[in-house]
């Protein structure tokens, strides 16, 4: 796909973000913050009668295109797929999916989301946290 393509499917995801809302009761939930420039990122995940693979996953929250649309498109990813299979998927995948260079700032933009997926999964079923979170480290989760 071209550039332009990429930036056309962006603004779809930002336009029309998937899964964007509120799971009561989820299974799992985290909340980053990107304190470069305030934007939060809240993310909530319900699991399947196997306690393992993600049924739904849905996110809250106020931020710039590239993170909110970056969110949307990790929803589509997420869906269906183990939460041992997340923890473990490097954020390149999701950089592909994004498709355009991102400068360093906005690099963390685009991470914000899967930070948040990353901790909540951690915090419900243990896994693993990013080893290759380097650079990453101005961003915050609660
Ligand atoms: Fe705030 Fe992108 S400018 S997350």
């Known amino acids: 796909m071209s550039d332009q393509l990429y930036r056309e499917v ?10 964007h809302g509120v799971i009561e009761d989820a299974d799992a939930e985290a909340e980053g913050f990107n304190p470069l420039c305030g934007d939060e990122v809240s993310i909530y995940v319900s699991f399947a009668d196997d306690d393992e693979t993600i049924e739904d996953v849905k996110f809250s929250g106020r931020g710039c295109a590239i993170s ?6 990790l929803v589509d990813m997420a869906k269906g797929r183990k939460a041992t299979e997340l ?10 999916e994004i498709g355009i ?6 690099l963390k933009c685009a991470l914000l989301g899967l930070g948040v997926l990353k901790i909540a999964l951690h915090r419900a079923k243990g896994t693993p946290l990013p080893q290759e979170w380097a650079g990453l480290d101005e961003l915050e989760f609660k």
Do not use: C, F, V, W
């Open 10 to 19: 962006i603004l779809d995801h930002y336009k029309n973000p998937r899964g």
């Open 87 to 96: 923890a473990e998927m490097p954020k390149d995948e999701l950089l592909e």
């Open 68 to 73: 909110q649309a970056a969110t949307s498109m």
């Open 101 to 106: 260079p991102l400068s360093p700032i906005r």
